[in-house]
């Protein structure tokens, strides 16, 4: 069987719109009002105020697949970014993230999170075959480079 230069050009494209499409993570509106602070360190997170940011990794920037779709408890919680922080009040108490991120398919994760006056930072992060959420509680290096997300409702 002879491959022509038909054949590869489809094949081309083909291939070209599938790894177009495979990145489109549309953003959602949030359910949820963020918090605005103006000095934001660990004194002033806490005690409900809880610091969401997206940790993804060099990989996951370079091919556009780190935009995470973030849900609590049943509720959009909107798109973060990489780069990207929101602040949220928290009730203490049991919740559950969800995460979805776009890699060829849906990555898509739940994630039980006990929220305490302690809690302060959630790092939550695109990975190969899932999503992994942290709770970390001491900001990101390099915070001073990270942008609040904007307001979408």
Known sequence: MKITIKQIFKLGLLASVLTLS???LRSVPSDYSSVRLDVIDNNTLGNGKVLIYNGAGVLHKMDNTARLNIGLDGKSLGQIRPKEYVIVNLENGKHEFTALHIDMVNMRSKH????NAST?????????TSNKLTVTNILPENFDKYLERPETR
Do not use: F
């Open 22 to 24: 495979s990145c489109a």
């Open 112 to 115: 039980p999170v006990e929220i």
């Open 120 to 128: 302060k930072v959630i790092k939550i992060e695109p990975t190969i």
